[in-house]
């Protein structure tokens, strides 16, 4: 499947929104698609918010030097496999300090492909507070289509991430609902607007016209072909 977009907006500028509004921060390390995605947040104003740094291991002693990746994984599963991947997601996440990391390597062609790793495969992972996820696609034939859809699905597999991690209500939220008690909503019910990517400021400037919010409003999810 391909990612085409979310109700006028990129993946990555859903990305970009969650991670301001919730004052969290990014760092990427990018292989085969040589600093794709870091281009695509990096595009977007406001980036500097939350966007720490991003590196282009190419090199396998960039992935080590840089990133700390093992040397043993490289020589045991090679560049292209999901310990690399996950390796340099969470190198990328102790280098910079971020958050959330991304991270990916793989086979842009047209040549280094074999039967096991055929050209398009990509390995591609994401480091959280918690945990790393790390997930490998098969991205096509043509090396700018795999660059391009590598991107999407890595910056997908974190916009997955994000959704499912609960945030505290904000402070500005909590000050908002303490002026005059809980009038229009439960704190339950403005944690679920945050989540659902109601912005805030909307919410301040409604409820401060006295306008009842009684559902919030939700993200439909991704349109695929």
Known sequence: DNIIGME???IEQRVHEFLISRGETLAVAESCTGGSIASK????????????????????????????VDNEFIQ???AVSESVARAMAEGARKVSGAD???ATTGIAGPT??????????????????EKTIA???NCGTDRSQIISRASAYAIELLYNELKKRKVKTSAKVKLLLDKDGIANNSAEQI????????????????YEKGVMINEPTRADGLHRV
């Open 191 to 206: 944690q679920e607007m945050i989540e659902n990517e109601f912005a805030f400021d909307n919410f301040k400037s409604q």
């Open 112 to 129: 280094g492909g074999s039967e096991q790793k055929p050209v398009g495969t990509v390995w591609m992972a994401v480091a959280t507070p």
């Open 76 to 78: 045991r599963d090679g």
């Open 41 to 68: 947040f990096t595009a977007m104003a406001g980036a500097s918010t939350y966007f720490l740094a991003g590196v282009v291991s190419y090199a396998n002693s960039a992935k080590c030097n840089i990133l700390g």
């Open 135 to 137: 997930v490998v696609r």
């Open 100 to 102: 959330y990391a991304i």
């Open 8 to 10: 006028g907006s990129t």
